[in-house]
């Protein structure tokens, strides 16, 4: 069920609840936090049923890159990872999330360990894995 209410002067906050996971946001006008909260539930509701849109790892890696990054102190270096991650591993990059398995990340680490130390890997692979962990990319999104 969504919820819209009124924050200060010109501000609006939707919140949606379905199957005890909650999300809101704040618009500018009640019709831009109504139109958000309906497409949230949806997804939501299509999550519920295992239905995900078909966003591809460079679509979560940008998105990440834009909207996470900037929060932490190495934006700059997580930034250029995920570009060179994206440059230099298309084939996986530009697969659907949900069609990315084990041994496609097995390749990706076998093919960078040639080329670099484990403890770069390392670090790679902790923010891919951040990546997948995060919300938009756990939970699908529209845009």
């Given at each position: 069920?969504?919820?819209?209410?009124?924050?200060?002067?010109?501000?609006?906050?939707?919140?949606?609840?379905?199957?005890?996971?909650?999300?809101?946001?704040?618009?500018?006008?009640?019709?831009?936090?109504?139109?958000?909260?309906?497409?949230?539930?949806?997804?939501?509701?299509?999550?519920?049923?295992?239905?995900?849109?078909?966003?591809?790892?460079?679509?979560?890696?940008?998105?990440?890159?834009?909207?996470?990054?900037?929060?932490?102190?190495?934006?700059?270096?997580?930034?250029?990872?995920?570009?060179?991650?994206c440059r230099d591993f298309p084939q996986i990059a530009d697969?659907?999330?949900?069609?990315?398995?084990?041994?496609?990340?097995?390749?990706?680490?076998?093919?960078?360990?040639?080329?670099?130390?484990?403890?770069?890997?390392?670090?790679?692979?902790?923010?891919?894995?951040?990546?997948?962990?995060?919300?938009?990319?756990?939970?699908?999104?529209?845009?």
């Amino acid at each position: 069920m969504a919820y819209i209410r009124k924050l200060g002067k010109d501000r609006w906050r939707a919140q949606v609840e379905r199957a005890g996971v909650r999300r809101s946001a704040v618009r500018e006008t009640r019709r831009a936090a109504e139109d958000w909260a309906a497409r949230e539930e949806a997804a939501l509701l299509d999550a519920k049923r295992g239905v995900y849109p078909a966003n591809t790892l460079r679509d979560a890696m940008e998105k990440y890159a834009r909207e996470v990054s900037p929060t932490k102190r190495r934006e700059r270096n997580e930034s250029n990872r995920l570009t060179a991650f994206c440059r230099d591993f298309p084939q996986i990059a530009d697969k659907v999330i949900s069609d990315i398995r084990t041994p496609d990340l097995a390749r990706w680490r076998d093919a960078r360990l040639a080329k670099v130390t484990p403890a770069s890997v390392e670090r790679d692979l902790r923010l891919i894995s951040h990546v997948f962990a995060t919300p938009p990319c756990a939970a699908g999104w529209h845009h």
